[in-house]
C-alpha cells in the first residue's frame, strides 16, 4: 500500500504532546482531531519510565498513522539521553523528530547527522524524517533563525512556554503577558527562516482559554499552536481555520477589488475597508488556505 502524502507544514494546525509512557494515552488521542501527536520522552514522562516509553514506540507510531495523523516524538537533547531516545523512536519511523532545548544551530546539525545514520540503519528513506527544534530559552529565541536554518529537514520550530518563563525568570500567568515578546519575535524568525512557528502549549485547564490563546496566536500570524489536553484541539483547529463567514467576506473583497481594478479604480470599499492590493492578497491567501484545510480534511 502506498502511504498516503503527509500534510503540508502549514496546514498542521495543533500538535498534542503526549505522556510518553502512557499507551492508553497515546493510542486515544487518535480520535483527539489533532493534526500532529507526539509522544513526549522529556518533562511527560518520568525518567524512571523513559524504557517503558522508547518500547511503545513502533505501535502507537503505526497506529497514528493507520489513523491518518502525523506521528511525532520529541527527544531529550543528544548531550543528555536523546541518543537513546531517538534510536528507540526512529525504530517506529516517526514522521517528525522534535528536539527540546535547542539553543544552537549545532545541535540540529548534530540531530540532522543522527537521524540521517539511523534512516540509513533502519531503511528508511533517506532524509524522509523531518526536523521542529523547540526553543526553550532566551538563548535559543535570539538565534532561531540560525537554528531553523541549520539543516534541510527542519520544517518548523516550537516556542516553549513554561521553560522560557522560567529562564527569563518571569511569572506565569493566565494571560501569557510574559511571553508576548518571545511569541512575536519567534514568529518573525520563523517566517524569516521559511519554516512553520508553532505557538507555545496552552497549559491550563479551560477550554474557553485555550480558544482565547489560539485566537491572540492567529492574530499574531501563527497557523500552529502546540497543547497539552486533547480536548482542546477541536477548539484550536476551529480558530486556526477560516470560518465560513470569513470565506465569504474574502471572497466579496476578491470580486470587488477585481472589479474595481477592471473599472480603472485603483481600490474598492467593502464595508467600510478600502481594499487595496494588500487586502486582496491577504484575502487570496485566507481563501487558498480554507480550499487546502477543506482538501486536507478530506483525504
Known sequence: MIPAPRRAPHLRRSWLFLPGADRSALLDAARSGADVLIQELEDFTPAERRGEARGLAAEVYAAWRAAGVLAAVRVNPLETVGGDDLRAAMAGRPDIVMMSKVARPEQVVALEAAVSALEAEFGIAAGSTELVPNVESAAGLVRTAAIAGASARVTGA????????????????????????????????????????????????????????????????????????????????RVLTPSAEEVVRARRIVAAFEAARAAGRDRAEVDGLLAEVPTYAAALRLLARAAELDQASRS
Open 158 to 237: 516550537l516556542v516553549a512556554s513554561e521553560d522560557m518563563v522560567a529562564d527569563l525568570g518571569a511569572e506565569r500567568t493566565r494571560e501569557g503577558l510574559e511571553l508576548s515578546y518571545v511569541r512575536s519575535r519567534f514568529l518573525v524568525e520563523c517566517v524569516a527562516a521559511g519554516v512553520l512557528a508553532i505557538d507555545c502549549p496552552y497549559i491550563f485547564g479551560d477550554e474557553a482559554g485555550a480558544e482565547a490563546e489560539a485566537r491572540t496566536a492567529r492574530r499574531l500570524g501563527y497557523k500552529a499552536k502546540s497543547l497539552v489536553s486533547p480536548g482542546h484541539a477541536p477548539s484550536i483547529n
